[in-house]
């Protein structure tokens, strides 16, 4: 199970980050990942992180601005989001993959434990 938390509204240039507290199961041998998703669009990748090694991946619209880790002794998964843009506006996912490879991060169906959401609001 996943539990994200975090979201908020928050002003054009500020920072905000997002939880997703995992439980029931060992995730070192997935892949978590965190999706966004705004009215009328699809849902789209946002960032992942293997569970394990640590290694980060992002999307390009996302790449220097937000930062994707994790803590093994919370069993918690971060995403810390600064400079945000009105277009981050979305309600963002987190999910899990078990042993993912890195061409198949972004797509949504390659995800088979999915959060609850969390509305992250940016105002210009």
């Known amino acids: 199970q996943l539990q994200a938390s975090g979201g908020g509204l928050v002003q054009a240039g500020g920072s905000l980050r997002l939880s997703c507290a995992a439980s029931?199961?060992?995730?070192?041998?997935?892949?978590m990942g965190w999706f966004r998703q705004a009215p009328g669009k699809e849902r789209e990748f946002v960032a992942a992180i293997r569970w394990s090694a640590g290694t980060t991946y992002y999307a390009d619209s996302v790449k220097g601005r937000f930062t994707i880790s994790r803590d093994n002794a919370k069993n918690t998964v971060y995403l810390q989001m600064s400079s945000l843009r009105p277009e981050d506006t979305a309600v963002y996912y987190c999910?899990?993959?078990?042993?993912?490879?890195?061409?198949?991060?972004?797509?949504?169906?390659?995800?088979?434990?999915w959060g609850q959401g969390t509305q992250v609001t940016v105002s210009s």
């Open positions: 999910a899990a993959a078990l042993r993912l490879i890195v061409s198949m991060m972004r797509f949504p169906s390659s995800y088979n434990t």
């Open positions: 029931g199961r060992t995730f070192s041998d997935y892949v």
